[in-house]
């Protein structure tokens, strides 16, 4: 089972910002082994995630495992830290791995040859369930984007359309 939680940071929005609720807690369970974080009772700064980035990569790597068996998300906010997806079409294995970030590398990544340190957890969910819950989740958000923000502001309009195609 897969399940997706975030929650906006709304005392950190500011007038001026480019996208506003990109920040506050994102955290994925696969069973019992969960990354990043979420907290209903508090938004406590210093373990704030970019959320936006978090669903947009996850959008991303969704749509490059269709043509790649593997995919690896980097953890932008830690200097070893990545989610390594492998798919054979049907399941998807998750796994939160330490590696070095090679220079240059990108938040998504396929042809990357990373040196894998150690491999922290790894989790099975079917391919269907993945998308199912990373559109509703993902929907969600982008909802309450749209009510903190202009309707056509460029980083929603990029969402939605990633999202549109994982339908």
């Known amino acids: 089972m897969i399940n997706i939680k975030?929650?906006?940071f709304t005392s950190y929005i500011e007038d001026d910002d480019d996208l506003k609720g990109e920040y506050g807690y994102f955290q994925f369970c696969v069973d019992d082994k969960t990354?990043?974080?979420y907290r209903e009772?508090?938004?406590l700064d210093i373990l704030s995630m970019n959320i936006y980035d978090w669903f947009s990569n996850f959008?991303?790597?969704f749509i490059l495992l269709k043509n790649n068996n593997i995919v690896y998300i980097s953890?932008?906010?830690?200097?070893?830290?990545?989610?390594?997806m492998i798919t054979d079409k049907e399941?998807?294995?998750?796994?939160?791995?330490?590696?070095?970030?090679p220079d240059g590398s990108h938040s998504v990544e396929t042809d990357i040859n990373l040196d894998e340190k150690t491999k922290i957890w790894e989790k099975t969910v079917k391919v269907q369930d993945f998308q199912k819950?990373?559109?509703?989740?993902g929907e969600q958000y982008l909802s309450e984007l749209k009510k903190l923000n202009s309707a056509t502001n460029e980083y929603i309009q990029k969402l939605e359309i990633q999202?549109?195609?994982?339908k």
């Open 35 to 37: 990354y990043g974080e």
């Open 91 to 101: 399941n998807i294995q998750i796994s939160e791995i330490y590696a070095n970030k």
């Open 41 to 43: 009772d508090i938004e």
């Open 133 to 137: 819950e990373l559109v509703l989740k």
């Open 163 to 166: 999202l549109k195609e994982i």
């Open 6 to 8: 975030f929650k906006i």
């Open 75 to 84: 953890d932008v906010e830690t200097s070893e830290i990545w989610i390594k």
């Open 59 to 61: 959008v991303q790597a």
